[in-house]
């Protein structure tokens, strides 16, 4: 019988069950939405439990539509949407309340206390991350503040923070959520904890203070493992909704799982996934480089007893969501027309979208910035719009390489990209005019999957060395630059006007708390 490794995705729309082969290829798909909850603007919140109940579906789903059994799969890797906090109660394992999505803004004015408290360079130094509401922390401590007992539907009553401090509640962002029910264990991995704006990325530990800070007690958070974890988080339950005891041994969040199964394991290896948001990373091998200009520094990858490996960030919030939206207010029909329309026109005529619907992330990191659509005319069209808001992606994301330079020293010769928007051979070309540099799309594009794969593997030795997984990598095809750099600058520079435009909108009196 031939083994094989499967991936759970979890991401911000859906949750996808992957199955790959020894070669890296998908040997089975398949994927379920979740609802998107919006309670008040700026807040968004998924329910854990649909998300765990979905994960169990996709698992049998994927391997019935194979024709696998569970038993052949030899390990679980898991790698998820990162910063979205849940806090459950240990014993009975339901949610006090909501997730509360990386996108959600509703802790801005807590954000906003920590930058008068001066508090921000702390931060910074020791999470490698901006103070902002997009991080687990305030998220937590928000939850804890404001959840409603009653919801919990347990006879236990008590003030949460007091359950909290007794060990009886644990927080967590999914991929510990999703391992707590794969395997009664209440585990992260670094690149997870790297992500809570409360662990300090330098000791490898929780940070007490930080803790303190936001009122977390410590019996909260999950244990700390590598990425790829030969001793494993744990296994399925042999009793549990697939019969087997299968070892879950692989995790990370879904920018660095892209980074792993995009094979960047050398310092400068760069990647972009171009998903809801977009997430320009980059390995900066075993050294923390600290950001001057607005980058997240973050943990990359760590493997069993191997030092971590940091990298770069550029976090977008808003790039395929933007394409969603497009489609929300009926300008398109679906997703693969944005590319016919944005070509039927020579260009934008002046027209510029900045697609700060959740505040802008880096290099600006701006939480009050909001949507904005500058430069029209009465001769605008549909077609001006749609474009506009394909260049707003490549835009963002040249925003990010340029810092990425800047910052490392190091210039990118070519950027291996990924996830759903890379099918849009426009899209890339048009990434690599306004980059200025060659791009190159994987034969395999669910990089986040493999990745967490990659991870689970190792640990059993399903995969030997990296090398393996290296030879696995293969081009689909690339892109490089057909326009002049100059024009292409001079179109770049007016897009910085357009972003000054959409600064510090939105207001607490408009109800965007």
């Known amino acids: 019988m031939t083994q094989y490794v499967g991936a759970i995705d979890q991401g911000t729309t859906g949750t996808r069950f992957m199955v790959f082969d020894h070669g890296g290829q998908v040997v089975a798909n398949a994927y379920e939405q979740h609802e998107q909850i919006y309670p008040n603007p700026g807040w968004v919140e998924h329910d854990p439990i649909e998300i765990w109940e979905n994960t169990q579906q996709v698992?049998?789903?994927g391997l019935a539509d194979a024709g696998l059994e569970a038993n052949q799969l030899d390990a679980i890797g898991i790698t998820n949407q990162r910063e979205t906090t849940i806090v459950w109660d240990r014993e009975t394992g339901r949610p006090v309340h909501n997730a509360l999505v990386w996108q959600d803004r509703r802790t801005t004015d807590r954000v906003e206390e920590l930058q008068e408290a001066e508090m921000v360079e702390e931060i910074r130094e020791k999470t490698g991350l901006e103070a902002d509401a997009y991080f687990s922390a305030t998220k937590t401590e928000w939850i804890l503040d404001n959840a409603e007992p009653l919801k919990m539907q347990s006879s236990r009553g008590?003030?949460?923070?007091?359950?909290?401090r007794e060990g009886e509640l644990v927080m967590g962002t999914i991929d510990s959520w999703l391992i707590y029910?794969?395997?009664g264990n209440h585990i992260t991995d670094v690149t997870n904890a790297s992500r809570t704006m409360l662990y300090n990325i330098r000791e490898l530990e929780w940070d007490d203070?930080?803790?303190e800070e936001f009122g977390v007690p410590k019996e909260m958070v999950p244990e700390v493992r590598p990425s790829s974890d030969e001793e494993y988080y744990g296994h399925t339950d042999a009793d549990g909704f697939l019969g087997e005891e299968i070892p879950v041994a692989g995790a990370l969040g879904d920018q660095q799982a892209a980074l792993f199964g995009?094979?960047?394991?050398?310092?400068g290896d760069a990647k972009n996934t171009y998903g809801t948001g977009s997430f320009y990373l980059m390995n900066t091998g075993t050294e923390a480089v600290e950001s001057d200009h607005g980058l997240l520094t973050t943990i990359g990858f760590q493997m069993s007893g191997e030092p971590v490996q940091y990298a770069l960030e550029g976090s977008i919030f808003i790039t395929g969501a933007a394409i969603e939206w497009l489609e929300d207010v009926d300008l398109i029909n679906n997703a693969a027309q944005t590319a016919e329309l944005a070509r039927s026109v020579e260009s934008t005529d002046g027209v510029y979208m900045v697609p700060a619907f959740t505040g802008l992330g880096a290099p600006h990191w701006d939480g009050r910035a909001r949507g904005t659509i500058v430069g029209m005319t009465r001769g605008t069209s549909k077609e001006h719009i749609v474009r506009a808001t394909l260049e707003s992606i490549a835009y963002q994301t040249r925003d990010v390489a340029e810092a990425m330079e800047a910052d490392s020293g190091v210039e990118t010769t070519s950027l291996r990209v990924d996830g759903g928007a890379v099918k849009n051979n426009f899209l890339c070309?048009?990434?690599?005019?306004?980059i200025q540099t060659e791009i190159a799309r994987p034969e395999v594009d669910e990089t986040t999957a493999l990745g967490s794969a990659y991870a689970a593997g190792l640990a059993v030795g399903y995969w030997d060395t990296?090398?393996?997984?290296?030879?696995?990598?293969?081009?689909?095809r690339e892109f490089t630059p057909e326009k002049e750099q100059a024009e292409v600058d001079k179109l770049y520079d007016r897009w910085g006007d357009a972003v000054e435009k959409s600064l510090d909108w939105a207001r607490d009196d408009e109800g965007d708390e």
């Open 59 to 61: 698992v049998l789903d």
């Open 158 to 164: 008590g003030d949460l923070r007091d359950r909290a």
């Open 181 to 183: 029910n794969l395997t």
């Open 209 to 211: 203070e930080l803790l």
């Open 262 to 267: 995009q094979t960047c394991f050398d310092e």
């Open 429 to 434: 070309q048009l990434q690599s005019d306004i």
């Open 466 to 476: 990296v090398d393996e997984l290296r030879d696995n990598w293969q081009v689909d």
